[in-house]
């Protein structure tokens, strides 16, 4: 399973992570718009999906699905936005924004490790 | 399937405004007319939709002396403007109501599956349906091209099961689309019986099958079928989160996300709705002696164990997404996988079974004395794919079965059929009867109302021990709890304005459980509020279970917890997101007491609706029989003492059944002359001018009506 791992005693809460996510999903540099969140705690929390698969149990139209890799993946054209998946998600990181029409995760693309300067986030085959 | 096109409509599609299409759609099946018709301020303001939209259409389609077989008896099908959303669960019901064969006069069903909120997106608000078509049809709305149109109806095989998904597939754009196809159906018994539903279908993604859910009360199957409609059939394909276009979705949306958080967290500890759906109070209602036994004598069995919760939860297929809306996270729609029916005409074949329901275990188990639940999930399979109402079926063949105890069938009488307490293979086989329309099936699908007057005069049974253990009022049958413990629900029973079904008042643990609303007063307070309050989710396209089938856990804490304050505000919050109108939760009662003043007008129109037809059979209010109050004698006795004041020692059964029986009658009387206070009617149960002034809904045509019973 292809997943994102995050270390946070690596981390420094620079949040390059989120403006990379962002910004290739969303063409904005914002957050709140990031598949990973990070705090500003010490040491940060790191919060990104692991790839379990509750919620595609829960989506009513099977619009999230597991790749080959084992990867979960939502499929846009097929999300009628209820936000099931946001709920049963047991570690809070199916995201979603107010107003939009669809929630958004991680897909392990990997986008972020390339902007991280400490190497706390690595994509890993489990 | 070979269709002729008998009629087309063509009509422009255009984005919905804040839940309203403004239109609705009007199908005269026998001059094959399809119109749009305008909605106006007025429909909105006081009839609000769903519901109100069906019978403000119905009102005027039909006339004084309409019978449920008139040709321009309607069926009204209604979404209301929070119906579709995909946001809050429980957003996805269709009202249907027409004149019932069962009652003469309105019934309405509210009812899940695909097919409301897919014809509300096609572009409509309402759907009236009238006239009768001298061959077979099928209506189809295209809600991707704007299209409405009348086929011929070839088809052989009607039973919904086989026949919903057999439309889903001709209609559906491809085999990977199905899921954008829903179906309005009923079965081959509604050709025979007036106890009958429609089915309304959603494709199952997972199982790769049309579900089934029902607009289960009054027959509305065998109007349907009297008109010549084999299936109404709608399609759309472009769902979207916005698509009802609210005008605040992101408060629509954090509503919706707080409510799945708080069933993801408390439903599993709560009513188990996700595992089990409504059967979870199969062990509930019998540890508190209010599980429907032998058409209602008794309300706990040990026997009853059979028909615990665990063992549906074992037969029902775990871990799916069970809405029959989409966004219903309570997912409370369970059902069987490849059941094999042991009977009928699908014996052996591996089917689907929607539910069982805890209405449909316990009508169809418990009440006929049946335990096993598999012999549940078959009695319920062909009732559904039959087109019979699980509710009905269940009364009136606990009637039956306490007829045949009590010699007034035989079995020469029954065509043979050994209708005692238990035998499915009995029960299983009126079914199939009805659905051929032979046999004393036809004769138990006319429902109980009728059968009493046919055994009295056939049979010479006394019909007053008849009207005791006939569970109906008004024509239609009870569903399943026993009210004689509680008065409050006896009133919710039989005032309830379509006969006594559950959906507007139960007050069961409020009164006789937790004593909550002791005096008439209280009680009359709740015989108000709580079916205000429920007649509302019937305005909106609303599912009742959301609103208190999981509480937030704070709940107990709250002044009112019966009311559920949070969830209460939360239909005003998404109330105002979609439509943009002001709402506060004095105001969402006001908008139902209009609706359900004019549906109350609607029955005294057709010829019932007031004091002399709110009567309840004394079964739903004390023991009919010595065995029924030898069975609780220290009970009756104790209410003979503590609240009539009689010592018991020295009297017979028969002196005491007496007294409390007149005791009972009389509180009723009471109770009656409060609510009626309460609701602004006469003690004989008419609304008076002044109140429907002071509620808005004085238009000329109620005043007419009332006028006529207030002289």
Redesign the interface.
């Known amino acids: 399973m292809k997943v994102l791992k995050t270390y946070p005693e690596k981390c420094i809460a620079c949040h390059s992570c989120e403006s990379a996510c962002s910004n290739l999903y969303f063409k904005e540099d914002n957050a709140a718009k990031s598949c990973i969140v990070i705090t500003d705690n010490t040491p940060p929390e790191m919060n990104v999906c692991n790839q379990c698969q509750t919620c595609v ?6 619009a999230l699905t597991v790749s080959a890799q084992g990867v979960v993946m939502l499929n846009k054209s097929l999300c ?5 998946c ?3 998600c047991p570690t809070n990181s199916m995201r ?1 924004v ?2 939009a ?2 929630p958004f995760k991680c897909i392990a693309c990997g986008v972020c490790t390339k902007s991280c300067p400490t190497d706390a986030i690595k994509i890993v085959n489990e | 399937m070979n269709r002729k096109l008998l009629a087309e409509f063509k009509y422009d599609l255009a984005p919905i405004v804040r839940g309203y299409n403004r239109r609705t759609l009007y199908v005269n099946v026998g001059t094959k007319e399809i119109k749009s018709k305008p909605v106006s301020d007025m429909m909105i303001d006081k009839f609000v939709g769903g519901k109100g939209f069906d019978l403000y259409l119905m009102w005027h389609g039909v006339k004084d002396d309409t019978k449920w077989n008139s040709p321009e008896n309607e069926i009204c099908i209604s979404f209301g403007p929070l119906c579709g959303n995909t946001s809050y669960p429980g957003s996805g019901k269709s009202i249907v109501t027409t004149i019932s064969p069962l009652t003469g006069i309105p019934v309405d069903c509210n009812v899940g599956g695909h097919f409301g909120p897919y014809a509300k997106f096609s572009g409509w608000d309402a759907i009236e349906l009238q006239g009768k078509s001298d061959e077979e049809v099928i209506v189809y709305i295209d809600g991707d091209t704007g299209m409405v149109q009348i086929f011929t109806a070839p088809d052989t095989e009607i039973n919904s099961h086989i026949f919903a998904e057999e439309l889903i597939k001709e209609f559906a754009d491809s085999p990977d689309k199905h899921q954008f196809v829903s179906v309005v159906s009923t079965g081959t018994a509604a050709d025979h019986v007036n106890i009958t539903c429609l089915n309304f279908s959603f494709w199952d993604k997972r199982r790769k099958v049309a579900r089934l859910k029902q607009a289960g009360r009054g027959g509305t199957g065998t109007v349907f079928r009297d008109k010549g409609i084999k299936a109404m059939v709608v399609k759309y394909s472009g769902l979207k989160v916005d698509t009802n276009n609210p005008v605040d979705l992101p408060t629509l949306q954090q509503t919706g996300l707080k409510l799945h958080k708080e069933i993801e967290a408390g439903d599993a500890t709560q009513c188990r709705m996700h595992e089990v759906g409504t059967a979870h109070l199969m062990e509930v209602m019998n540890d508190y002696d209010l599980l429907p036994i032998r058409n209602f004598k008794y309300g706990q069995m040990p026997e009853a164990i059979g028909l615990h919760s665990r063992e549906f939860t074992a037969l029902f297929t775990q871990g799916m997404a069970d809405g029959c809306w989409y966004g219903c996270s309570l997912s409370c729609c369970k059902a069987v996988d490849n059941f094999k029916p042991r009977t009928g005409p699908y014996k052996g074949m591996p089917v689907c079974v929607d539910g069982p329901e805890y209405e449909t275990a316990a009508g169809c188990g418990s009440n006929i004395g049946i335990f096993d639940p598999k012999d549940v999930v078959e009695i319920n399979f062909y009732c559904d794919t039959y087109g019979v109402d699980t509710i009905s079926f269940g009364t009136s063949t606990a009637f039956v079965m306490e007829c045949y105890e009590n010699g007034i069938l035989n079995k020469e009488r029954t065509g043979g059929l050994e209708l005692t307490w238990g035998n499915a293979d009995a029960a299983l086989e009126l079914l199939h009867q009805m659905a051929s329309g032979k046999g004393f099936g036809v004769t138990v699908g006319k429902g109980v109302r009728a059968m009493k007057a046919l055994f009295a005069t056939e049979y010479g049974a006394d019909p007053n021990f008849l009207q005791d253990i006939g569970m109906e009022a008004k024509g239609l049958e009870y569903s399943q709890y026993m009210s004689k413990e509680s008065l409050a629900q006896q009133g919710g029973y039989t005032l309830a304005l379509k006969g006594p079904q559950h959906d507007e008042a139960w007050l069961i643990f409020m009164d006789m459980v937790n004593n909550h609303i002791p005096t008439f007063k209280d009680k009359a307070e709740a015989l108000h509020y709580f079916p205000m309050f429920r007649t509302w989710f019937g305005l909106q396209g609303l599912c009742k279970l959301p609103w208190n089938d999981i509480e937030p856990a704070n709940n107990a804490e709250t002044d009112e917890p019966a009311k559920v304050p949070e969830h209460v505000q939360n239909y005003v919050d998404i109330y105002k997101a979609i439509t943009g109108k002001p709402m506060d939760k004095v105001m969402l009662i006001r908008q139902s007491e209009r609706v359900y003043n004019f549906q109350k007008v609607f029955c005294m129109r057709m010829g019932k609706g007031r004091r002399i037809d709110d009567v309840p059979p004394y079964r739903a209010v004390g023991p009919v029989t010595e065995e029924e109050y030898l069975s609780r004698v220290e009970r009756y006795d104790g209410h003979l003492k503590d609240k009539i004041g009689v010592d018991p020692s020295g009297k017979s059964t028969a002196e005491k059944m007496k007294i409390l029986r007149e005791y009972r009658e009389d509180q009723y009387q009471q109770l009656i002359d409060a609510v009626y206070s309460r609701k602004g009617w006469t003690p004989e149960g008419v609304p008076t001018v002044e109140h429907l002034k002071e509620i808005g809904m004085d238009l000329p045509e109620v005043l007419e009506v009332v006028n006529r019973y207030l002289k």
């Open positions: 149990a829960a989506c009513p139209t099977l009628i936005g209820c936000l099931m946001v709920a049963v979603t107010l107003g029409k669809n």
